[in-house]
C-alpha cells in the first residue's frame, strides 16, 4: 500500500458506443435475456462477495444481491455511463446491503474489543520499539493469519465493521462512505480507525 | 530545520526509547515549545489522515518528523499499514479462491423476478 494513495479518485469516463459496458447496456436496454443473465456472469460473483462482507450472513446477502440486481434492472434507463458499469452495480449492492440492516430492528451495537494505544503522562507512546518477526507476505501464507484476519473481521460490531469494509476493502473513498452510511466523515474516520485498531490487535494476538 | 539547534534537537529525541525520568522531562519540555515537535498522542490524531494523504505539507513534515524521531510510533504506524494491507490482501484472497459464478438457483431467482415484473 502506498501512503496517500486511498483519497477519492475519479471514476474512469467510459467511450460512448466504444466499450463492451456500453455494447452491454445497449442490449439490456434492449430486453435481451442473454445479456441479464451475462451481466449476472460478468459481476454477480464479485458483487455476492461484496454482500456477504457486510452482511456476514449467507441467506441475507444473497437476499440483497437479489434486491440489488432488480434494483439496477429497472435502472437501466437512468444509467448515464459516468462510471463503470460495474462500480455502478457495485454502489447499488452496498445501498441494498445497508438499506436491509437500517431495516433490521434496532439493537444496542455490541462494545469494539479494543486495546486503544497507551502513552505516559508526556503524551509519549507506550509501545514495543522493535519490529516484529515476518512480513504481511509471510503471514499471509499461513491459513491461521488469513482465518484470523476474516474472523476478526467479522467479528468487528456492524457499525465499525461496514465502515472497514467499505473503506479498506472496497476502497470506497471516505465522502462516500460517510454518505453511504448518513454519517459524517469525521465520525467515518473514527470508526475506521478504531476499526483497524481493533484488527490489529488481534493480527498482534497471533504473532505472540 | 538543518541548523544546529535543530540537529542537536534530533540527537536528544532520538533517545527518547532509553531516557530516564529527568530526559524525558526535558524532552516533554522541548516537545511543548519546538515548533514541528508532536507527542505521541498528538501523532496518533494524524495517523488516519497521512494514510488517507490528506494532510497538509506543514502537517505531513511534522508528521514525518516524528516518524524519524520517535521508535515507538514507527513501530506502530508499520503495524498499522500492515493491519490494512492484510485486510485487504486477505479479502482479495478469498475472493479470487471463490467460485467465478454464481449460484444457478440464485440467477434463476433473479431472473424470475425480473421477468415477473
Redo the contacts between chains.
Sequence with gaps: ?S?????PEAEPVELPGSSPDAALLARLRAGE?DA??EL??LY???L??VAR?VMRDETDA?DC??DA??SA??SLADFEGKSRLGTWLHRIVVNACLARLRARKRRPEEPLDLQP?E??R???????????PG??DE??EREE??QQ??QG?ESLPDGYRIV?VLR??EELS?LETAKALGITTGAT?VR??RA??A??NR??SIRQ | MRTLRWVFVRKLMRRRETAGPAELRIHAWLVRHVPYLLTCADFEQFVHDYVEGSLDPRERRTFDLHMELCRTCQVYFAHYVETIDLGKAVCDAADAAASPDLPEELVAAILAARSAR
Design positions: 500500500m501512503v496517500g494513495s486511498r483519497g435475456d441479464y443473465r449476472l456472469r454477480g460473483s464479485r455476492l462477495a462482507r444473497q444481491l437479489q440486481f432488480l434492472f429497472r494505544p502513552f505516559d508526556h503524551g509519549f507512546r507506550i509501545g514495543p520499539t522493535d519490529m516484529p512480513n504481511a503471514l499471509l493469519v488469513r484476519v476474516r473481521i472497514l479498506d476493502i471516505t474516520k475506521l480507525h483497524r485498531l484488527l490489529r493480527i498482534e
